[in-house]
């Protein structure tokens, strides 16, 4: 029998803020984020608990000051962390009723939604799972042989996937003549993307191209080079078909299938700096939409579609991170971002312009902040949003953060209710990055 065919369940649980050491990344207590600019969270923070700054090699900086006040934007805690043994975590996606997550290991462990409880993995023949996709009851997954695998995902409460399919398909003909199959990827596929109405699956490898496959059909139905450099990330507007890609050539580029056709056209290419790209959001809403991309320079830069004409206008971009930003998610008004830095932030656009401010700094990695998903989990009447975090960092932990944000109107208090004792605590600190991670970042291997 097939390996990739067999599903091993084995129930286990993250450890949970309640039961951990009391630390000032993980403690179970809430934290506060700042109102008045970038900061790090803290909750009612004391001098004695500033951490030193640490001599790592890694973090020769220091965070903003930061404000505490009754009025808080947005409240987060750890929930639930998971130190991995299986080597560092690529890829997270999430689907209905779980949490995927590719690794470095041939294993794709799921988990459910919300209780972080691991009900098995799907074994695969290879490993070195870079990107991972949920759509529906597909999940797919790209391999260290440079192939793309379809599982059936679908059953919610016996956790038995089946596989559909490997792309490209074996032919047996063609393997007379060559190893390879021509649909075949020849490096590391680092990004997928599902157009949900023309069923294409799209995928962006290291070898600089974009390939096109027609998951009923099972085959290539389009391949071209994309960048001239690694592809990092592909998005797609789900509303017109848009193809975005950014690459380590430091380009973000949009392409437009031509219509009755399979093949794609370049149609503008968007480049506002010189660092690689490394990862893109796209946010729509009814009266804007906005595509974010993530560079190795720290910055996010940012996008704004005109209506008119399609053209997508530079507007403009969010500074806070110190190192690369590796990933973005874009839900609704919010954006996170994850860093090299090891933090990840929350920014929130205004309503009916382009202002962003930084809601957030989320600390507890000790390593760069590899991916990143994030779920609704609720909304109230007066706009206030719980959300759930799910960041895995090259420190080889898996965190779950839940995360309150509350409507931009509850800054707008009266001056009169706050509370005199709280105000700027001017402070140094900085996360300790681990020493593997700094070891990474002096050898230059730390992306790989």
Same mark, same amino acid.
């Given at each position: 029998?097939?390996?990739?065919?067999?599903?091993?369940?084995?129930?286990?649980?993250?450890?949970?803020?309640?039961?951990?050491?009391?630390?000032?990344?993980?403690?179970?207590?809430?934290?506060?984020?700042?109102?008045?600019?970038?900061?790090?969270?803290?909750?009612?923070?004391?001098?004695?608990?500033?951490?030193?700054?640490?001599?790592?090699?890694?973090?020769?900086?220091?965070?903003?000051?930061?404000?505490?006040?009754?009025?808080?934007?947005?409240?987060?805690?750890?929930?639930?962390?998971?130190?991995?043994?299986?080597?560092?975590?690529?890829?997270?996606?999430?689907?209905?009723?779980?949490?995927?997550?590719?690794?470095?290991?041939?294993?794709?462990?799921?988990?459910?939604?919300?209780?972080?409880?691991?009900?098995?993995?799907?074994?695969?023949?290879?490993?070195?799972?870079?990107?991972?996709?949920?759509?529906?009851?597909?999940?797919?997954?790209?391999?260290?042989?440079?192939?793309?695998?379809?599982?059936?995902?679908?059953?919610?409460?016996?956790?038995?996937?089946?596989?559909?399919?490997?792309?490209?398909?074996?032919?047996?003909?063609?393997?007379?003549?060559?190893?390879?199959?021509?649909?075949?990827?020849?490096? $590391?596929?680092?990004?997928?993307?599902? @157009?949900? *109405? !023309?069923?294409?699956?799209? %995928?962006? #490898?290291? =070898?600089? /191209? +974009? &390939?096109?496959?027609?998951?009923?059909?099972?085959?290539?139905?389009?391949?071209?080079?994309?960048?001239?450099? $690694?592809?990092?990330?592909?998005?797609? @507007?789900? *509303? !017109?078909?848009?193809?975005? %890609?950014? #690459?380590? =050539?430091? /380009? +973000? &580029?949009?392409?437009?299938?031509?219509?009755?056709?399979?093949?794609?056209?370049?149609?503008?290419?968007?480049?506002?700096?010189?660092?690689?790209?490394?990862?893109?959001?796209?946010?729509?809403?009814?009266?804007?939409?906005?595509?974010? /991309?993530?560079?190795?320079?720290?910055?996010?830069?940012?996008?704004?579609?005109?209506?008119?004409?399609?053209?997508?206008?530079?507007?403009?971009?969010?500074?806070?991170?110190?190192?690369?930003?590796?990933?973005?998610?874009?839900?609704?008004?919010?954006?996170?971002?994850?860093?090299?830095?090891?933090?990840?932030?929350?920014?929130?656009?205004?309503?009916?312009?382009?202002?962003?401010?930084?809601?957030?700094?989320?600390?507890?990695?000790?390593?760069?902040?590899?991916?990143?998903?994030?779920?609704?989990?609720?909304?109230?009447?007066?706009?206030?949003?719980?959300?759930?975090?799910?960041?895995?960092?090259?420190?080889?932990?898996?965190?779950?953060?839940?995360?309150?944000?509350?409507?931009?109107?509850?800054?707008?208090?009266?001056?009169?209710?706050?509370?005199?004792?709280?105000?700027?605590?001017?402070?140094?600190?900085?996360?300790?990055?681990?020493?593997?991670?700094?070891?990474?970042?002096?050898?230059?291997?730390?992306?790989?």
């Amino acid at each position: 029998m097939d390996e990739e065919r067999k599903s091993i369940k084995l129930p286990r649980r993250l450890s949970f803020g309640s039961n951990q050491q009391s630390s000032s990344s993980e403690a179970p207590s809430i934290h506060f984020a700042s109102t008045a600019r970038p900061s790090t969270a803290v909750s009612e923070p004391s001098i004695d608990a500033i951490p030193r700054r640490p001599m790592s090699p890694g973090t020769p900086w220091t965070l903003s000051p930061v404000r505490t006040s009754s009025s808080q934007p947005l409240l987060y805690h750890c929930i639930a962390s998971l130190h991995r043994h299986e080597g560092n975590i690529f890829s997270i996606t999430l689907s209905k009723d779980f949490i995927f997550t590719g690794s470095e290991s041939s294993r794709i462990h799921a988990w459910k939604q919300p209780d972080c409880t691991e009900i098995g993995y799907i074994k695969a023949t290879s490993g070195q799972v870079r990107a991972i996709l949920a759509y529906g009851r597909m999940l797919f997954t790209t391999h260290g042989d440079y192939k793309i695998r379809v599982w059936d995902a679908s059953s919610a409460e016996n956790f038995r996937p089946k596989k559909i399919t490997t792309l490209p398909q074996r032919n047996r003909f063609s393997n007379l003549f060559s190893k390879k199959s021509s649909q075949q990827h020849t490096d $590391h596929i680092s990004c997928l993307a599902y @157009n949900k *109405e !023309d069923k294409l699956l799209y %995928t962006g #490898s290291w =070898d600089k /191209s +974009v &390939k096109a496959w027609k998951i009923n059909e099972k085959r290539c139905v389009d391949s071209f080079i994309a960048h001239e450099g $690694h592809v990092n990330k592909i998005v797609i @507007n789900q *509303e !017109d078909g848009c193809v975005f %890609t950014c #690459s380590s =050539d430091g /380009s +973000v &580029k949009i392409w437009r299938r031509v219509f009755g056709e399979s093949s794609h056209i370049l149609t503008m290419t968007l480049k506002f700096q010189l660092s690689p790209v490394n990862a893109l959001a796209l946010s729509l809403s009814n009266s804007t939409t906005l595509l974010y /991309s993530g560079s190795s320079d720290g910055l996010i830069n940012f996008w704004e579609k005109e209506k008119m004409s399609g053209r997508y206008n530079h507007g403009g971009f969010l500074q806070g991170h110190h190192f690369a930003v590796l990933c973005l998610v874009a839900l609704g008004e919010l954006i996170f971002s994850g860093s090299e830095d090891a933090t990840i932030r929350v920014w929130r656009r205004e309503e009916g312009n382009c202002l962003h401010s930084c809601l957030s700094v989320i600390e507890g990695h000790h390593g760069p902040v590899r991916c990143l998903a994030v779920s609704l989990e609720t909304e109230n009447v007066v706009r206030v949003k719980g959300l759930l975090v799910y960041s895995a960092s090259l420190d080889q932990t898996f965190k779950v953060w839940r995360v309150k944000v509350f409507p931009t109107e509850k800054l707008n208090l009266d001056e009169s209710t706050k509370d005199p004792q709280r105000e700027i605590l001017e402070c140094e600190t900085s996360p300790v990055l681990s020493p593997s991670w700094v070891e990474k970042k002096l050898q230059g291997n730390f992306f790989q």
